[in-house]
Nanobody
């Protein structure tokens, strides 16, 4: 059974930083691409960042590029999202996710992900 557990969310002032973590169990973490998504109140879930199996390649939504950094530690089965220069519009529940197949190189759409964590809330005050 594949499980993803996010942590690290919280309340932060605009301009501040947070680091999210996602621990994965139930599969060989290093065999699968990973991604972060977010969902703000009243809005659809959207892509934030993605990373390939080895971590050699990373991809970002335009809205977070230059402020957020996705990374992974395959020895610890853990995915990270370092978020700097946070803005009130970054307020959302953040989810980590992974596709069903190990052949998938990268996924930037929620529909491409099979397994999801329960999310962690990030609130950025102005």
């Amino acid at each position: 059974q594949v499980q993803l557990v996010e942590s690290g969310g919280g309340l932060v002032q605009a301009g501040g930083s947070l680091r999210l973590s996602c621990v994965v169990s139930g599969r060989t973490f290093s065999d699968y691409a990973m991604g972060w998504f977010r969902q703000a109140p009243g809005k659809e879930r959207e892509y934030v960042a993605a990373i390939t199996r080895s971590g050699a390649y990373t991809y970002y939504a335009y809205s977070v590029k230059g402020r957020f950094t996705i990374s992974r530690d395959n020895a610890k089965n853990t995915l990270y999202l370092q978020m700097n220069s946070l803005k009130p519009e970054d307020t959302a529940v953040y989810y980590c996710a992974t596709p069903r197949s190990s052949t998938v190189v990268v996924v930037v759409a929620p529909s491409g992900m099979e397994y999801w964590g329960k999310g962690t809330l990030v609130t950025v005050s102005s």
